[in-house]
């Protein structure tokens, strides 16, 4: 147990560095500017004590209320902004001081006078950052997380949880108190201090709103790509204790099971139903309830993101295998792009890629919402009670998939291994359309909702795109206004793939390395297989016909 608790203390740590901490950074910098000197430290107890009382406690709170989680994450962001508010605008300070100042019989308030030290407002706007902090989930921390999940909660969970928030809370201390002792330092900065604090106000309500519309989980996500992943709880000792974390919670849900310790699958809760499902493929309108008795596995996916098409042969196969023994595989296609709402665009699909197990087009994200989702491809493996057993994001883990699906059914597990792959950097994936775009020439300036003639200056940096012609650029496609519009791209990676939509008598013309090697047609909006070459950096050109859109970049490493 000790040993856990160390590494929980150094997992907390850690998670300064990664992408998880960007969202609540201007939060916390903020603090070191704001008036009260022991505002940083009223912030970080708060946190400290708000994210282990809500990481613990959150599920029972709404079981036992009826209260929605999304309520009470909007109240803190609220908070937040408000507080940013009260940064920004000295009338709003002093009118919120007069307000609180019945309450604050001490003289201090939210936004703290000069005589106040901050601790109680920082405490306040602690507590509702750490409801808001969604930390990268490492194995300490998903173990903690499935235990409260199921409401099922010891003291080794409990210190587990503090140990982990304190890890984070020394790091977030030292960023906010270093950010003030920075300002008091510098006379350009202390003379400024106001103006400074005006800035940080908008950086609050900056992050406040990223919050609310989870653009932070779209930054985290881009951001993550550059940032290598620091694991460092895997440790042989850490996983056995861990192990024995997850076999004393099983035995305690199910007291009668002499044999639980050899049954490796959490128990995660009941999964949720399926809800705004506006279009069923291959099947009528099914829900979990109905396939009570069936063991389930949920597939969000789409149908033009390679990660998903390549996971695809192996669903097919599970299907064939293990439906006629028990097993039913939902594809929810929660779509990517505009065009992938569109009933006949997935049917289509489906056809094409040979798909004969039913779909569930999630066109408004309520399923997606409903599993919290963030990720194409992820699996949720359901038992025959409707209570989620498994859950694997992205590729891989197909033999782990397998034998769990099969010691469901009762059948014997596989003994074969994982076949290992040697993964080689590649070129991230990279949209073309305004809303996502991120790795265009840094002499190209995106004029959205106008045809323009671009022309970037050769050569192309690595990972960047050029474009050269007339081109119309909107949130999430661009599109060729002429037949002498290009494409380019300078990738690292085996294959190259493009979504893309329109059609054209005239085929897009493929150009690697300065050499034509393929002519292809364009007939509808799917994922192109672009050019296989031997693995390394090389420059694509794209001619691309008047009226065809490009959407993505995906690219492979076999």
């Known amino acids: 147990m000790f040993l856990l608790l160390g590494f929980a203390f150094l997992a907390g740590i850690f998670t300064v560095m990664s992408p998880c901490i960007l969202p609540i950074l201007p939060v916390v910098l903020s603090a070191g500017i704001s008036k009260g000197k022991f505002r940083p430290i009223g912030i970080i107890i708060g946190l400290i004590l708000s994210f282990t009382f809500f990481t613990l ?24 902004a408000l507080f940013g508010l009260v940064m920004i605008f000295p009338r709003l300070s002093e009118w919120f001081a007069k307000l609180t100042s019945p309450i604050a019989n001490t003289g201090q308030n939210l936004q703290q006078t000069d005589h106040g030290n901050g601790f109680r407002s920082g405490l306040i706007f602690g507590i509702a950052l750490g409801l808001l902090w969604t930390p990268c989930a490492g194995p300490i921390l998903a173990a903690i997380i499935t235990l409260a999940a ?59 709103l990223s919050i609310a519309l989870h653009w932070d989980m779209a ?5 993550a790509r550059f940032i290598p992943t620091i694991l460092i709880e895997d440790n042989p000792r850490v996983k056995d204790e861990l192990a024995k974390l997850r076999t004393n919670r099983i035995k305690a849900e199910n007291p009668l099971l002499s044999t639980v310790s050899e049954d490796k699958l959490a128990h995660f809760g009941a999964a949720p139903e399926f809800i705004g499902i506006v279009n069923w493929i291959n099947s009528p309108p099914l829900s979990l309830a109905q396939l009570h008795g069936k063991v389930v596995l949920i597939d969000f996916w789409t149908y033009s993101c390679i990660n998903c098409l390549r996971t695809l042969p192996y669903l097919e196969k599970w299907y064939a295998d293990y439906k006629d023994k028990g097993l039913v595989i939902i594809g929810v296609h929660t779509p990517e ?64 998939t397998e034998n769990a699906i099969r010691h469901l059914i009762g059948l014997p597990e596989l003994n074969i291994a994982e076949p290992i792959r040697n993964f080689r950097p590649i070129s991230p994936e990279t949209y073309l359309g305004t809303l996502r ?70 085929p897009m013309q493929v150009y690697l390395d300065g050499k034509h090697i393929a002519d292809i047609k364009v007939d509808g909006a799917r994922k192109y297989d672009i050019a296989a070459t031997p693995y390394g950096r090389h420059e694509l ?8 859109s490009a959407y993505a970049f995906t690219f492979g490493d076999e």
């Open 437 to 506: 775009a991120s790795s265009y020439a840094s002499d190209i300036q995106l004029q959205p909702n106008q045809t323009i003639l671009y022309e970037y200056q050769s050569p192309l940096g690595a990972d960047k795109v050029g474009l050269k012609g007339k081109w119309k650029v909107e949130e999430e496609r661009i599109t060729s206004q002429s037949n002498e519009s290009y494409l380019d791209y300078n990738f690292l990676a085996k294959k190259v793939y493009l979504v893309l939509s329109g059609s054209s008598s005239t």
């Open 337 to 400: 792009f505009e065009f992938e709402k569109d009933p006949k665009n997935v049917a289509e699909a489906a056809s094409r890629l040979g798909i004969n197990y039913p779909i569930a087009q999630d066109n408004d994200y309520k399923t997606w919402q409903a599993y919290e989702n963030n990720y194409w491809p992820a699996h949720y493996l359901i038992d025959q009670n409707g209570i989620l057993r498994m859950v694997h994001f992205g590729e891989g883990a197909y033999v782990e």
């Open 57 to 80: 406690s959150l599920t029972a709170i709404v079981h036992a209320t009826g209260l929605s989680a999304n309520a009470l994450r909007y109240a803190a962001i609220a908070l937040i």
């Open 150 to 208: 199921t409401q099922t909660w010891t003291l080794s969970t409990i210190l587990l949880t503090l140990s982990y928030s304190i890890g984070a809370g020394i790091p977030l201390f030292l960023i906010a108190y270093g950010g003030g002792k920075i300002i008091q330092s510098s006379k350009f900065l202390s003379e400024h201090a106001e103006g400074i604090r005006q800035i940080f106000g908008c950086l609050m309500l900056l992050a406040a």
């Open 219 to 223: 930054l985290q996500q881009q951001i």
């Open 541 to 548: 050109s794209l001619r691309i016909p008047q009226g065809v």
